[in-house]
């Protein structure tokens, strides 16, 4: 089953406003990453955070982690249209298997000029 | 290579034909993983090679499909008998494994589109 669940499914925004999109998993993990993929493409990591981190930046975007709510979002601000894509999160989970990373599904954003 | 390099970019076949795919990851990545992305879907994992290690075939839906590795260079995903549920993308992605250089982040290739008619 898969262990991250984006929402929403798909959003849709214009050009200069902020995207929001969140991740909710179900066991502990090690750490969470967040990957963008463009339409017929590969999958592009944008930032990882660790389990004893809450908040991290990186250029527009901003990643933050509630370990006890199981759950992360990822905001970008003042999109563009060049961010139109999919975005996943991805888990790494605590133990055993570390190295195996599980996607959600994804959230399709569509940024309108 | 600069990235992880997938071939073929696309392929179709037939039902019941056998299929090839092949991933040439980054040079000095030790770890090598295959997800399948089925239309609108996010990434099952199907395997995973680090170093000379045992891979981790887990993930494998069905004794159809198998895959190599020969030490830390060029992996083959093989599907054999394909059906029309094994149409899918076929992501190949390395990382440096469980090296110093590790920072947790995958490096995917392309994919390879399969379609089964």
């Known amino acids: 089953s898969q262990q991250g669940e984006e929402d929403p499914q798909a959003l849709s925004i214009q050009e200069g406003e902020n995207a929001t999109m969140n991740c909710s998993y179900k066991?502990?993990?090690?750490?969470l990453q967040w990957y963008r993929q463009n339409s017929g493409r590969g999958l592009v990591h944008l930032i990882l955070i660790r389990s004893n981190e809450r908040e991290k930046h990186s250029g527009r975007l901003r990643v933050t982690l509630d370990t006890s709510k199981k759950s992360s979002s990822l905001l970008i601000t003042a999109s563009r249209a060049a961010d139109t894509a999919s975005y996943f999160c991805?888990?790494?989970?605590?133990?055993?298997?570390?190295?195996?990373?599980?996607f959600g599904k994804g959230t399709l954003l569509t940024v309108n000029p | 290579g600069a990235g992880v390099s997938q071939s073929p970019s696309n392929k179709v076949t037939e039902k019941g034909k056998d299929v090839e795919l092949r991933c040439d990851p980054i040079s000095g990545h030790t770890a090598l993983y295959w997800y399948r992305q089925r239309l609108g879907q996010g990434l099952e994992f199907l395997i995973y090679?680090?170093?000379?290690?045992?891979p981790d075939k887990s993930g494998l839906p069905s004794d159809r499909f198998s895959a190599e590795r020969t030490g830390e260079s060029v992996s083959t995903l093989t599907i054999q008998r394909t059906q029309q549920e094994d149409s899918a993308v076929y992501l190949c992605a390395s990382s440096w494994g469980r090296g110093g250089h590790n920072t947790g982040e995958l490096f995917f290739g392309e994919g390879s589109r399969l379609t089964v008619l």
């Open positions: 066991t502990s993990i090690n750490n």
């Open positions: 991805a888990t790494s989970h605590s133990g055993g298997s570390n190295y195996k990373l599980t």
């Open positions: 090679f680090q170093g000379n290690s045992a």
